[in-house]
DNA sequence: CTCGTTGACTTTGTATACAACATGTAGCAC
DNA sequence: GTGCTACATGTTGTATACAAAGTCAACGAG
C-alpha cells in the first residue's frame, strides 16, 4: 500500500517535523515516542533518528538518546565560512554548465523574488531565496556537492529557531542574487565564483558583527 | 568487557577493511555475513552498513544490499573539485589559528616525508603526505569542514584500488607541501588559500588529463 | 539451443523480546 | 533541612523471529 520504506518515511517526517520547527531545538527523539506516534515499530524509528543525526539535525550521545540540535550563532560561524567557499564552487560549475533553459528558470524565480519583496511577503522570500541556491546547486551535477550545501541549508534553517532573524532575510540578498545571475551569464567561471562567494561572505560578516557586537541583543516587550 | 557499543566496533573493522582493500569495491555487504563473521548480531551489523553508506563507502538499493563503493575516475573529478575548495579553506582557517607548536609539527612531518621520498619509501610517503593534510584541516578547529575532508579522503583511498596510481603519490607533493607550509606560516590568509587550494587543483588537473588523455592507458604485460 | 517461467533459497525490512545502562525519586541518616 | 543511597522506571543497545521481496538455478516450451 505504501510507497517506499518505512524506516524512509518515518525519516521524512522527522526532517520535515525538524526543519518545520514543530520539534524545536532540545527536543529529545526517544525511539519508542517516535515509534508509537508514527505507527511503527522501534527498528525503522530508530534508523530514522541515526539518519537525522548523521545529518547534524540531531546529537546522539552513548546510551543517552538523541536530541534535536541547538545550532547557535558559533555553529553558524563554521557552517558559513563552508557554505562561502562551497556557494562560491556552486556557481562556477554552474556557470560552466548553464544551458537556455537553466537561465530562464533563475530568471523566473528572481522575478517572482522581486514580486515577494515588492509585496513584504517574507515567506516566500524565504522560499525563493533558498530555491535560487538550489537551482544553481542542481545545475552543477556534482552529487557530492549537492549533499554538502543541502545538509548545511538543514542545519541553517534548525539554526533559525534559536537565531531568530534568517540570516538572508534581507532584501539586499535579491540585488546579491541578481549579480550572481548576471555573473553566471557571462561565461566566466571566476567572476561567477567571486559572486557566489561574495554573497555568503557578506552574510558571514554580518553574522560575525552581531555575534561579536550587541551580544544579548533580543530584547523582550 | 569490551570497550565501546558493538555497533562502534563494526562499523570502524568494516571501515578498516575497506579503506586497506580487503573489501574490494563491488563485494557485497550482507547483514548476516557481516554479523556472524564479526560474531554479533544483526542489528549491530546493519547499522554498521548504513554508517559506511552514509560515508559514501558502500552504496545501496532497496531490497537489494549493500555493495563497497566502485569509485571511478568521474567520482575523483566531483572529489576533488570539491577538496580543492575545502582544503583552501582550510589552509586559510589554520593560518589564523597557526601556534608556534603548530608549526613544528608541521615541520616535522615534512621532515619526515622528505626522508620517505629520499629512501623511497613509497607507503610511509603516502603515509606522511595524509598526515600533513590531516594536520592542517585539524587545525582549522571547524569540526564540520574536518568532517568533510575526512569523508573525502577515505573515498580517495576507496578509488586507489581501480585506479591504481595514488594521485598524491609524486615527489612534486612534497614540494607543493612545502609551498602551503610557507604561506601557513606567513601570516596571510589569502595565499595560504591560494596554496592549499593549487595543490589540490594541480592533482585535479592531472587527474582531468590522464581520464581525457590516453583513455585505456593500462596495459597489461 | 534459446528464452521464459517457476520455485526454492537468501536477504532485507520490520516487529518484538531481553539485558545493560541512565535518570529521577523516595526514603533515610545525619 | 541537607545530602546520600537505593530503588523504580524508562530508554538504549542487542538479539532474535517473521513476512515480503529479490536472486538464482533448474526446468520446460518453443
Chains 1, 2 share one sequence.
Request: hydrophobic residues 40%.
Amino acid at each position: 500500500m505504501r510507497g517506499e520504506a518505512l524506516a524512509e518515511q518515518a525519516y521524512v517526517a522527522l526532517r520535515d517535523a525538524i526543519l518545520g520547527h514543530e520539534l524545536p531545538p532540545g527536543t529529545r527523539l526517544s525511539v519508542p515516542d517516535i515509534a508509537q506516534r508514527l505507527g511503527i515499530s522501534r527498528s525503522p524509528a530508530r534508523e530514522a533518528i541515526a539518519r537525522i543525526a548523521y545529518e547534524g539535525l540531531a546529537q546522539v550521545g552513548p546510551h543517552r538518546g538523541a536530541v534535536v540540535s541547538d545550532i547557535r550563532a558559533e555553529d553558524l560561524l563554521e557552517i558559513y565560512s563552508l557554505r562561502e567557499v562551497l556557494e562560491g564552487l556552486a556557481c562556477r560549475l554552474a556557470s560552466q554548465r548553464l544551458e537556455e533553459p537553466d537561465v530562464a528558470r533563475l530568471r523566473s524565480i528572481l522575478d517572482e523574488h522581486r514580486h515577494a519583496v515588492d509585496t513584504g511577503d517574507v515567506a516566500r522570500h524565504y522560499e525563493l531565496d533558498q530555491a535560487f541556491h538550489a537551482a544553481i546547486r542542481e545545475l552543477t551535477r556534482n552529487n557530492r556537492l549537492i549533499e554538502s550545501l543541502d545538509r548545511l541549508q538543514g542545519q541553517i534553517r534548525v539554526a533559525m529557531y534559536t537565531t531568530r532573524r534568517s540570516p538572508g532575510g534581507t532584501p539586499q540578498a535579491l540585488s546579491e542574487h541578481w549579480v550572481i545571475f548576471e555573473a553566471l551569464t557571462s561565461a566566466d567561471p571566476d567572476r561567477a565564483e567571486r559572486a557566489g562567494r561574495a554573497h555568503i561572505s557578506r552574510l558571514l560578516r554580518d553574522l560575525e558583527h552581531s555575534v561579536h557586537g550587541v551580544h544579548g541583543k533580543e530584547k523582550p516587550p
